[in-house]
């Protein structure tokens, strides 16, 4: 039996760091009727590993459930928990949540990276003109910085980038996130706990009375948090949140649905950036793209042009996938005077909001996209597949 345990533990901590050194954001053990499949989430998308035999299910999920301090007892009901693993003289800090299924309990356990100090925004794929606009929003004394995108277009890596780019030894930087996923040595940071309460609504009229000079809302998900994020950007604090929105004009129309005054709205916010991410191909397998004429004009390439398109093909250094690591595609809407006066008026519909965006030169995330395609860097059906 002891034998059986220590060949578990190992068993686990053998899937963690290969999880870990692919670059796994999540790792799924999934009980099927033959076997119990594993699957890491690599650059956003399910890669399979080898499974492991069905008859190891209950002492697989055991022994995840005693590392994240869960009732091994109790398998009829979904559990969190958490715990931290020793990876590389470090540690990654793991969240765990169980399901159960018709043939056992499914775990899903995140893996939590921890190091702020590989959070660069050109890392991220910002430009050098759009990393010091960046800049100069956040350096500004007071306004609302959204950022905003579907679950899993990198919003939370552009907040904490932002926070890292800010000098916080002069300013008072205080965060509310829920899970705190970054430390700062010099930011204040706490985390929500629905369980007694401490809601991002409560925790945000408690930091106006810390001072703060820059404040995070790791996420608005309610029109109290929202009315009191935005009212504080009106009274002297500059702010940085994020919202679920799939598009930047978007945000506006949730922003009103979540009742917040036009005014308010219009007056607060200084910009918004909308993004998404997409994977880079592999350097090691990409391969040319037949030419398609259709294709060539959408991405911008003139007649007399010559555009050399690549796809994906997939080897051993990118587990088959073709693509290897992932980078942003952004797409920032600067409310100067005229769009705060717009924004304002009660008569505004999404059609004309659109309509005056794209005289201003708004064209979409799919545009920003195609310069990564011309560039060799993505592929237009990963392109096509996050916008």
């Known amino acids: ?25 999540d790792v799924h053990i999934e009980p099927r009727k033959e076997e119990i499949r594993v699957r890491f989430r690599i650059d956003g998308v399910l890669v399979s590993r ?8 209950n002492s697989v999920v055991s022994r995840i459930k005693v590392m994240a301090q869960i009732d091994i007892a109790e398998r009829r009901m979904p559990q969190d928990g958490a715990f931290r693993f020793d990876y590389d003289g470090g ?25 702020a100090k590989s959070l660069d925004l050109g890392r991220l794929g910002f430009t050098p003109h759009l990393k010091q606009k960046m800049r100069d929003f956040t350096g500004q004394s007071l306004g609302m910085l959204l950022i905003t995108g579907p679950t899993g277009s990198g ?27 970054y430390r700062f040595a010099d930011v204040i940071q706490a985390q929500v706990n629905h369980r007694i309460g401490f809601t991002f609504a409560k925790g945000l009229r408690a930091i106006l009375r810390q001072d703060p000079d820059v404040i995070l809302v790791g996420e608005m998900r309610d029109g109290e948090t929202a009315d009191i994020a935005f009212k504080s950007a009106l009274t002297g604090h500059m702010v940085l949140s994020s919202l679920h929105t799939n598009s930047a004009m978007e945000t506006f129309v949730r922003l009103f649905d979540m009742g917040l005054e ?36 959408a991405v911008g390439g003139g007649a007399n042009e010559s555009l050399e398109l690549f796809e994906a093909k997939g080897c051993s250094e990118c587990f088959g996938t073709g693509y290897r690591g992932r ?29 005056f965006l794209e005289k201003r030169g708004y064209h979409g995330l799919r545009t920003a996209g195609y310069d990564l395609v011309k560039n060799g860097l993505t592929s237009i059906s990963e392109v096509y597949r996050v916008t």
């Open 1 to 25: 039996m002891a034998k059986e345990d220590a060949k578990t533990i190992q068993l686990v901590d053998r899937i963690l760091e290969r999880a870990i050194g692919d670059g796994s954001s």
């Open 262 to 297: 036009r005014y308010v709205v219009a007056s607060a916010l200084n910009a918004l950036l909308s993004q998404r991410l997409v994977r880079r191909l592999c350097a090691h397998c990409r391969t040319p793209a037949p030419f398609d004429r259709d294709l060539h004009e």
């Open 327 to 355: 980078m942003g595609i952004f797409e920032l809407i600067e409310v100067d005077d005229q769009l705060n006066d717009i924004v304002k008026s009660d008569s505004l519909t999404y059609v004309e909001l659109r309509h």
């Open 50 to 57: 080898p499974p492991i035999p069905a008859d190891l299910t």
């Open 91 to 115: 540690f990654v800090d793991v969240r765990v949540s169980t399901f159960p299924t018709e043939y056992g309990q499914k775990v899903v356990m995140r893996l939590l990276k921890r190091d």
């Open 155 to 181: 919003k939370t890596s552009t907040l904490y980038a932002l926070l890292n780019d800010i000098d916080a030894r002069a300013r008072n930087i205080v965060t509310l996130e829920d899970p705190i996923e």
